[in-house]
């Protein structure tokens, strides 16, 4: 845990969520910003600060956050689809140093994935 990250003191229960699922793995939880009707984050429960600090060692962890996507947003009102985003760095716009994938969905379409370059 770092002493410091948001999500880490989340998993800790220091800084109240509203979770959704939790195993020995992850932890998810509603955003408490939502960009969609359904907008639910996935977090490691251990701290790996972006895909560019992941090891062999963390392919459970990793393929657990995909795993729990479609059931989560499935739960939360997205049947027809969902889009997993997961931001690395300052070119990926990575708010904050804590490895976390966005489920985005709902019963509208989410939008284009990128803005095309003219």
């Known amino acids: 845990m770092s002493q410091s990250c948001i999500f880490c003191k989340i998993v800790a229960g220091e800084i109240p969520s509203k979770k959704i699922y939790e195993d020995e ?23 790996l600060t972006s895909l560019q600090d992941a090891t062999t060692s963390d392919e459970p962890t990793l393929g657990r956050i995909l795993s729990v996507a479609n059931q989560l947003a499935t739960e939360a009102g997205s049947p027809g689809g969902f889009r997993v985003i997961i931001n690395n760095g300052d070119i990926g716009c990575q708010e904050v140093p804590h490895l976390h994938a966005h489920i985005v969905g709902g019963d509208q379409p989410v939008g284009p994935m990128l803005k095309r370059l003219d």
């Open 25 to 47: 793995l992850v932890y998810a939880f509603h955003d408490i910003n939502p960009q969609r009707q359904v907008h639910i984050l996935v977090i490691p429960k251990h701290h």
